[in-house]
Every structure is written in structure tokens, then in C-alpha cells.
């Protein structure tokens, strides 16, 4: 970071409060991220980062967040501010949340929370604005059918990426196109769903009332198996998440055989971010389907 020194004065001047301390957090792979404490034992979590790009980054993430939020039926943390200044480099400051232990009950409400927040609707698939998926762009251009949403939007954008920076080839392009033909007959008809998008164990919290807290969305409108198969991508959550799910909206039968159609995305996020390491999975679903 250029200097935190000049970033804590610019955010104690936004917040009309002294910093006492800001601590080190682990655990984010793009950003730095900082527990803020102020005189009176007061909370802030601040992300910062000095690539030009992180400006975008953050205000987009502020507003997925705030449109989660409001939703109502799950919380995010309230974003006190976000900003860039040639000193500072780029910022994102939000409420600090206190964790506490997933009991049970947590997992319960998690999966109803994440049920009601599919069930809010809109007309099309896609979202007020183009967004980010951990540090890629994923562009939302609305469309009227899950099929064109998920080949132009996501599955496309991320294998042309890809292919510019050397990884998979022709032939898992090719399959690609004639896999992206028959998504209308594999996944279920079902209206655009609010999604997190990117619901893997390190997107949520559970706060010191039990109570599920999502962060860094990558949010659409978009098919409501997307974050289901994202939270089974690396081992999935605790059972009773889904049971929960399912209590109040149960999936389509055949969901089983066709959640790696949508983990495909998210592995070819992984190709583009990641590397060679996560090539032969998405070959696998390619060859599968
Ligand atoms: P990145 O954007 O770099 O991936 P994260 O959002 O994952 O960073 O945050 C880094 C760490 O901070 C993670 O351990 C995460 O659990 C924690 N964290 C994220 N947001 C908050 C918050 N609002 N309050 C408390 N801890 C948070």
C-alpha cells in the first residue's frame, strides 16, 4: 500500500474519529484488509489497494452489497465509504463484523436466507451494472432466457479469456459452443433469481447472533443453481444449509447431474485466475457433456 499513514487520516476524516489501531486480517487474496479500532474500542473493516482498477472494483462491490442488503431477508455489512485518491490509492470501508460460532441454527437460517433471496425476481437475467468476479470483470447485459444469460455473459467472456492467456484450446472451445446450444434443455426454466454469485466458504460470516452475513458478491440476476453449485464447488457447506434450501424452494430433479454445467463457470474463473491447475476439470465437463 503507498502509504497507510495518509489512507488512515483520509478515513479519520471521513468518519470524524481518531484510528487507535489498524490490524493486519488474513484470509484476502486481492486486497489488503485492515481491522480499523477507534478511541472508544469502535470497529471498521477497510480494504485497501493501489491498482487503478480496484477504484471500480470496490464501488462495484459497495453496491452489491448494498443491493443485498436490501433485500431484507439476508444482512451484508453496511458500507460506511469507498473512494480513490491519486495518495491514497483505492478503498472500501466497511462495518466490522464480529464473528461468531456456526452452530446448527446458523446453518438453518443461512439456507432459508439464501432460499428468500432467490426468490426475489426480476424481468431479465442480468444486473444494474457490470460487476466483478474475484478481480475479473463479469459484464451482466440484461437478456430474456437463462441459455443466452449463461453462454454470452459467463460461460464465452471466461473461455475467450482463456484462450488469450494461452490456457485450454480449440477443441474445449468447440465443445464449449455446442455445449452452450443445449443449455435451454438442460437447466431448468425457471424465473431470473437475485444470486450472491460467488457463495464459497470464504464469502460469508456468521455474526456473535448466529446470524449469516454475506461479503465480496459478484451478484446478478441469474439462475438460482449458480450459488448452489458454487457452495459445493470446494466440499460444500454443512447439510443442513441445503436441507434449509430446500424446506423452502426445492430444486428441479436432475439438479444432481447437471451442477457442474454451472460449476464450469466458476472453474474457468479459476483457469483465468489461477492457472493450468484447475484446466483438466473444466476438459472433464466438456467431455462429459
Ligand atoms: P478480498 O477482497 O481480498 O478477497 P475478503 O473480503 O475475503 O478480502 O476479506 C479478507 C478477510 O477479512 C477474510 O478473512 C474475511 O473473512 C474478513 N472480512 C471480510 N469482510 C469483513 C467484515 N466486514 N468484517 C470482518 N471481517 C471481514
Given at each position: 500500500?503507498?502509504?497507510l499513514s495518509a489512507l488512515l487520516l483520509h478515513i479519520e476524516g471521513l468518519l470524524g474519529e481518531k484510528i487507535a489501531e489498524a490490524t493486519p486480517m488474513s484470509g484476502g487474496d486481492i486486497n489488503w484488509a485492515l481491522c480499523l479500532t477507534g478511541l472508544?474500542?469502535?470497529r471498521w473493516f477497510l480494504k485497501a489497494n493501489?491498482?487503478?482498477a480496484a477504484s471500480l472494483m470496490f464501488k462495484r462491490e459497495a453496491q452489491g452489497l448494498a443491493l443485498l442488503g436490501a433485500?431484507?431477508?439476508i444482512r451484508t455489512p453496511r458500507v460506511f465509504a469507498y473512494g480513490q485518491d491519486e495518495q491514497n490509492g483505492?478503498?472500501?470501508?466497511l462495518e466490522f463484523i464480529c464473528s461468531g460460532p456456526r452452530s446448527p441454527l446458523f446453518w438453518m437460517r443461512f439456507g432459508h436466507a439464501i432460499a428468500n433471496l432467490h426468490q426475489q425476481t426480476s424481468a431479465f437475467f442480468g444486473f444494474a451494472h457490470d460487476n466483478f468476479i474475484g478481480r475479473l470483470p463479469q459484464s451482466n447485459r440484461r437478456c430474456t432466457t437463462w441459455a443466452e444469460f449463461y453462454a454470452e455473459e459467463r460461460l464465452h467472456p471466461q473461455m475467450q479469456l482463456a484462450r488469450e492467456q494461452g490456457y485450454l484450446d480449440h477443441a474445449a472451445e468447440r465443445q464449449l459452443g455446442r455445449l452452450c446450444l443445449r443449455l435451454g434443455e438442460i437447466c431448468p426454466n425457471e424465473a431470473?433469481?437475485?444470486?450472491?454469485?460467488d457463495l464459497w466458504s470464504g464469502n460469508f460470516l456468521c455474526n456473535?447472533?448466529?446470524?449469516p452475513?454475506?461479503?465480496?458478491?459478484?451478484?446478478?440476476?441469474a439462475h438460482r443453481e449458480m450459488d448452489l453449485a458454487m457452495s459445493r464447488l470446494f466440499g460444500g457447506f454443512d447439510p443442513r444449509f441445503y436441507a434449509a434450501y430446500e424446506e423452502i424452494w426445492p430444486l428441479a430433479p436432475g439438479f444432481e447431474q447437471r451442477v457442474e454445467i454451472y460449476q464450469l463457470y466458476y472453474l474457468l474463473v479459476h483457469v483465468n485466475l489461477f492457472g493450468t491447475s484447475y484446466e483438466d476439470s473444466v476438459r472433464r465437463i466438456l467431455k462429459r457433456w
Amino acid at each position: 500500500m503507498r502509504s497507510l499513514s495518509a489512507l488512515l487520516l483520509h478515513i479519520e476524516g471521513l468518519l470524524g474519529e481518531k484510528i487507535a489501531e489498524a490490524t493486519p486480517m488474513s484470509g484476502g487474496d486481492i486486497n489488503w484488509a485492515l481491522c480499523l479500532t477507534g478511541l472508544r474500542g469502535q470497529r471498521w473493516f477497510l480494504k485497501a489497494n493501489d491498482d487503478p482498477a480496484a477504484s471500480l472494483m470496490f464501488k462495484r462491490e459497495a453496491q452489491g452489497l448494498a443491493l443485498l442488503g436490501a433485500s431484507g431477508v439476508i444482512r451484508t455489512p453496511r458500507v460506511f465509504a469507498y473512494g480513490q485518491d491519486e495518495q491514497n490509492g483505492a478503498f472500501l470501508l466497511l462495518e466490522f463484523i464480529c464473528s461468531g460460532p456456526r452452530s446448527p441454527l446458523f446453518w438453518m437460517r443461512f439456507g432459508h436466507a439464501i432460499a428468500n433471496l432467490h426468490q426475489q425476481t426480476s424481468a431479465f437475467f442480468g444486473f444494474a451494472h457490470d460487476n466483478f468476479i474475484g478481480r475479473l470483470p463479469q459484464s451482466n447485459r440484461r437478456c430474456t432466457t437463462w441459455a443466452e444469460f449463461y453462454a454470452e455473459e459467463r460461460l464465452h467472456p471466461q473461455m475467450q479469456l482463456a484462450r488469450e492467456q494461452g490456457y485450454l484450446d480449440h477443441a474445449a472451445e468447440r465443445q464449449l459452443g455446442r455445449l452452450c446450444l443445449r443449455l435451454g434443455e438442460i437447466c431448468p426454466n425457471e424465473a431470473p433469481a437475485f444470486i450472491h454469485g460467488d457463495l464459497w466458504s470464504g464469502n460469508f460470516l456468521c455474526n456473535t447472533q448466529g446470524e449469516p452475513v454475506l461479503i465480496d458478491p459478484a451478484a446478478a440476476y441469474a439462475h438460482r443453481e449458480m450459488d448452489l453449485a458454487m457452495s459445493r464447488l470446494f466440499g460444500g457447506f454443512d447439510p443442513r444449509f441445503y436441507a434449509a434450501y430446500e424446506e423452502i424452494w426445492p430444486l428441479a430433479p436432475g439438479f444432481e447431474q447437471r451442477v457442474e454445467i454451472y460449476q464450469l463457470y466458476y472453474l474457468l474463473v479459476h483457469v483465468n485466475l489461477f492457472g493450468t491447475s484447475y484446466e483438466d476439470s473444466v476438459r472433464r465437463i466438456l467431455k462429459r457433456w
